[in-house]
């Protein structure tokens, strides 16, 4: 829309140039070519503004289109075809979505792409990865972003049986663990099934608050994650454009104060990493929301993570822990001097966006 606007405004002051040196009798005829080139470079150059937003606003409307089309018949969206489809990145199509969900257009909505990453990923879900017509690298790609995989050799034979290549079985075998190991380190399939539910509303949360998932990588300088999002708009009380970051991390075991301090840190140095070009101080802002989540918390980490309240410049970092046994968020609760104007307004997000429901 900021395309077409600017192209509008650029080709209009180029026909009133164009107009005004033509139609002026006080400029020689020789030199009118000269002067009306301006006017010529203006419209040329608003003409293609133009063209590129208008391009722009009709692949929106389609993509929306196409998505409500998929909500229809799947009551999913699939976001990886969405982008083969249109011949753009799969985060542009995200942004398209969010902008039909905050517009009120599009509902919130389960992204088929996430079957089984992050979580539990069944021989079911690499049954519908196929039938949706993904090739074979991506689901092995998929296989590889999921944090476990439930999987035991008895269930070879069915795989193939099924369809399954040999390719996808034996990834599957070298990365997978089977519900046996998992018991063996202390995770159990319902700590995951509850995580994975948290995931799919926080994932609608996201998208309703403008947040769009831009890593596919899933990684933040080294340390595993399962969702990073990210929100850029220009903040008046701010004067400057702020990148909002929330980073997600499942910690199915031990959650100590080491941990949580060093995922924190290692999390809002990605996202340093990841803001807008301009300095920091100087036309831009970061705020990450560092999330841990767990099922249970210890007394130490709860106290620990109340008072934890690091110091950066132009910055914040404002992380925070969800319990899902209790249902729970945990953030810092003191509110330092220098954050006076914001940390309210810190602690009132965190809760909107993290509070499991």
Known sequence: ?????????????GVMTFIGILANPDVPAAEKPAGIAPGCLMMIGGGFLIWFGVRFITRRRMVIEHALQMLRESDKVDTGELAGRFGVNEIQIRKFLTYGRL????????????????????????????????????????IRSSSVISLSTDDMIEWKNKGISETIIQES???????????????TKQEFENYESYLSVLDSKMGDHGFVEFHQEQEADGLRVDRAFRRRKFSITKCCVVDTFCIVKHVPENLTTALFESSSRQIFEFALKNKIWLPRGLGAGVVAYPLLVTDIVSDDVRSFVQ??????????????????????????????????????????????LYRPE
């Not at 829309?1 to 002051?13: F, P, W």
């Not at 992204?111 to 090739?135: A, K, W």
């Open 173 to 187: 075998i070298k990365i997978g663990k089977t519900p046996k190991e998992l018991e063996l380190k202390g995770i």
């Open 1 to 13: 829309m900021g395309r077409l606007i600017i192209g509008i405004i650029l080709a209009v002051l």
């Open 103 to 142: 517009k009120g257009i599009l509902p919130s909505f389960k992204e088929g792409r996430r079957d089984g990453v992050g979580g539990i990923l069944t021989m079911e879900d690499i049954l519908r990865m196929l039938e949706s017509g993904l090739s074979e690298d991506t689901i092995i790609e998929r």
């Open 307 to 352: 008072k934890y309240c690091p110091k950066h410049y132009a910055s914040t970092e404002f992380p925070a822990v969800v319990e899902l046994s209790s249902k729970s968020v945990l953030y810092c609760n003191s509110t330092p001097i220098r954050g006076a104007l914001y940390y309210r307004g810190f602690r009132k997000e965190v809760e909107r």
